[in-house]
C-alpha cells in the first residue's frame, strides 16, 4: 500500500471515529447536552417560578452561560449539527427560545450574507461601517445589527426559495408557540421566552462587533481579529480563531484550530487581539 493510501486510510478512520449515527461530529455531543439542560432549566423557572424577582434572577445568572449557546447556534447553521434534518429543526426551535436567533436565520443573514459580503461594507448584513467610511460604534453597531438582523435575512432570502420556506414555516412556529406561553403564563413567559432571547440576540451582536470592526477589508487574511485566550476559544468553540472561519467557513467548529495553524503565517500582529468584556476577566492570551 503506498503512502498516500496510507494517509487517505487514516484520514477516513480518523472521519469515522469523530462521528456518531446521530451526531454529525462526536465534538458536538456534550455541547449540546449541556445546552438542553439550560433549557430544562427555563423550562422549570417557567413552569413554577411566579414572582418577577425571582424570574428576572434566573434571566440574570443565564446570561453569560447563554453565550456559548448563542455561539454554537451559529456554528449549527454552518455545519448542521445532527445527521437527521427532524433533529436539526428541533434543535434550531430550542435555540431560537434561547438565543433569539430562528431556523435559517443564521445561514441567510450570516452564513450566505455576511461571509459572502462582509469585505464589502455597503453590502455586508453585519456591516460595522457607516454609510460615510467611518466606523461605528459598539453600542450603535449592536443596536444597528439587532435591529436589522431579520430584515436583512428576509431579504437574502429572495434567492433562496427553499431556505425562505424553513425560514418562514419555522419562524412561525417559533412565534406561535413563544405566544402560547406567554398567554399561558404571562410574566414567566414575558421574562424567559421574551426578554431572555431578545437579549441574547443583542448579546450576539455585541460580540461580532469585535470579530471586524475597524480592520481593513482587503482579505480573509487582515479583515478578522482573532481572539487566542483558551477560556473564550473552549466556550464559544474557537470563534476566536475568526480568520480560519472566514476562509473556509464550512470546516466544523473542532477543526479550526488545525486549520488557523496552517493560515496564521498570513495574519498581520495586530489581528491578534485579546478578548473583549466580560471574557477578559477569565485570563490573557498565553505567549505564543
Known sequence: MSSSETSAGAASAALLSSRTSVFRYAADRPRVLAFAGLFLLDVWAYLYLDHPVLLLLVFGLGILP?????????HHQHVTTFTSEPLNRLLELMYALQTGVTSQAWVLHHSIGHHLNYLDQKKDESRWQREDGSTMGELEYSVNVTLTAYPRAWKVSAKYPKLRFTFVWMGVLSVALVAALVAYRPVPGLIIFVLGPLFSLFGTAWATYAHHAGRSTASHSVASNNMMQPFYNWLTGNLGLHSA????????????????????????????VEPGWPWRWFGKTPPP
Open 245 to 272: 472561519h472566514h476562509t473556509r467557513p464550512g470546516v466544523h467548529w473542532s477543526e479550526l484550530p488545525k486549520l488557523h495553524e496552517e493560515l496564521k503565517g498570513a495574519m498581520p500582529a495586530d489581528a491578534f
Open 66 to 74: 447563554k453565550a456559548p449557546v448563542c455561539a454554537f447556534n451559529h
